[in-house]
């Protein structure tokens, strides 16, 4: 019986297969998060509208939309949130994050594009904070980001990725790019 499987699974061809496989897991949502430094080395910080008073500060975080790819989703979120543009820089962090959720970070520098209006439905507030300096209420998984990728020294960073329980497929599905949804 296994042989005669493995058999028509051969047969099947590699993009039924793949999307057989992919009908067959779980979908994982895809959470993308942006360190943004300013030339100084200041971290951009906001006040988001909708997570607990208690821990309302964190950096530009956001959902990946299919086809996007992660770098991508940083400059996308940053842009909706704030209206600030930025050049997308190295891979901080990749872990499977709350149930089905794989979480992603990068660096970002802002250079000066865009100006800075908020978006009222989700931040009511940013600031541009030293790495020694942050306010209170900052998501501690946000602290920790800050200090991978360039610590209390403000500019970027030394040390490698942090990568953690990560998923990974048994092959990517054809015209599928890196750190792509």
């Not at 499987?5 to 047969?11: D, G, I, K, S, T």
């Not at 200090?147 to 990568?163: F, K, L, M």
Request: aromatic share 6%; net charge positive.
């Amino acid at each position: 019986m296994r042989r005669l499987l493995a058999r028509l699974w051969h047969v099947l061809g590699a993009r039924l297969r793949w999307r057989l496989l992919y009908l067959s897991q779980a979908t994982f949502m895809i959470g993308v998060t942006g360190v943004v430094r300013d030339p100084d080395g200041n971290v951009l910080l906001l006040r988001h509208r909708f997570w607990t008073e208690r821990r309302p500060w964190g950096l530009p975080t956001g959902g990946a939309k299919r086809g996007e790819t992660f770098e991508q989703t940083v400059a996308r979120e940053v842009r909706e949130e704030t209206g600030l543009e930025v050049a997308v820089g190295r891979l901080v962090q990749l872990r499977s994050g709350f149930q089905l959720r794989v979480d992603v970070a990068y660096e970002a520098r802002y250079a000066g594009g865009g100006t800075l209006r908020l978006n009222p439905t989700e931040i009511l507030e940013a600031r541009w904070c030293a790495p020694g300096d942050l306010p209170e209420g900052l998501l501690e998984s946000h602290r920790l980001l800050i200090e991978a990728s360039g610590g209390q020294r403000g500019r970027g960073g030394e040390g490698g990725v942090e990568v953690r329980g990560v998923v990974e497929a048994p092959q990517d599905p054809p015209g599928l790019g890196q750190h792509q949804m």
